[in-house]
């Protein structure tokens, strides 16, 4: 029998569709709400407390108006601060989004690896712990910008930003000791994927960017394989906890999002 419930992805604002994309190509079928906390972004220069507090209180919200067959923390900053809180508030699977330091390990060449995050994400333990289990052998150097969360929202409302700022952001990491070895840089913000273009353009010379997108899509199919999915899919659904900006129903179209409400 169809089974109508969703896929729900979380983020502070619209970088949790660079995570939504892989998934919804993988899963074609699926039914999606996205959901952005734009009455909470920023996050990224929120405390630990206030994070751990609004997040679990808002899927659990969440869970009962949509009831989603599965959550996605699809943002950085709340996964690596919120998802144990999540798990034990809320009797749904959570998939969360931590920074994709394993992938980014396999590939580096040089050994010298940056994260690129919010400050929030750059400052918490468990990006410690990321880095002592999956690169202990590689140097890994992070940079905490609020700047390029803005220009990746900037850029899905339409508009245009020259390359200084972003050549001003990667500063941050290349400008680091041993910054200029820098091989690989693992995009630890879910809004940085959506400027990736912008990114490699402003680098001083080729790195490989990795994100956790296409591993989480992979993480969904596999929790939800066996499970029915409707004959069609219904359209998505785009969920804003203030007021939605106009100027992001073009780009919230071209990700299936064709119903927009507010929490
Ligand atoms: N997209 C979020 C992340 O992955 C945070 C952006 C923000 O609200 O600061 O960390």
């Known amino acids: 029998m169809a089974d109508s419930r969703p896929l729900l992805f979380f983020d502070s604002g619209v970088g949790g569709l660079s995570v939504m994309a892989p998934a919804r190509a993988l899963l074609p079928a699926a039914p999606l ?27 659990g919200r969440l869970a009962e108006r949509y009831r989603p067959r599965l959550i996605v923390i699809a943002c950085n900053t709340a996964s ?68 390029l969360v803005q220009l990746a929202e900037a850029k899905l409302r339409g508009g ?31 809004h940085f994927p959506l400027v990736e273009a912008e990114l490699a353009a402003a680098a001083p010379h080729r790195v490989r960017f990795v994100d956790g997108g296409p591993g989480i899509a992979r993480r969904i199919a596999h929790l939800t394989a066996g499970q029915d999915w409707p004959d069609r899919p219904a359209p998505g659904v785009a969920v804003f906890t203030a007021a939605p900006d106009p100027a992001l129903v073009p780009a919230l179209a071209t990700y299936g999002l064709d119903r927009v409400e507010t929490l």
Not at 36 to 57: K, Q
Not at 90 to 110: F, M, N, Q, R, Y
Request: glycine share 8%.
């Open 33 to 59: 709400v996205y959901v952005a906390d734009s009455a909470g972004f920023p996050y990224g220069t929120r405390s630990e407390g206030e994070i751990a507090t609004r997040v679990p209180a808002l899927l």
């Open 80 to 147: 690596t601060i919120a998802l144990s809180h999540v798990r034990a508030a809320l009797d749904v699977p959570i998939v969360g989004t931590v920074p994709a330091i394993k992938p980014a390990a396999e590939v580096s060449v040089t050994r010298v690896i940056g994260v690129l995050g919010t400050q929030a994400t750059v400052r918490q333990p468990y990006v410690d712990d990321l880095a002592a289990r999956f690169a202990a052998d590689c140097t890994v150097l992070r940079h905490g910008s609020a700047e």
């Open 160 to 190: 245009a930003a020259d390359s200084a700022p972003y050549r001003a952001v990667l500063d941050g990491l290349f400008g680091q000791a041993g910054g200029d070895r820098i091989d690989v840089i693992v995009n630890a913000c879910t």
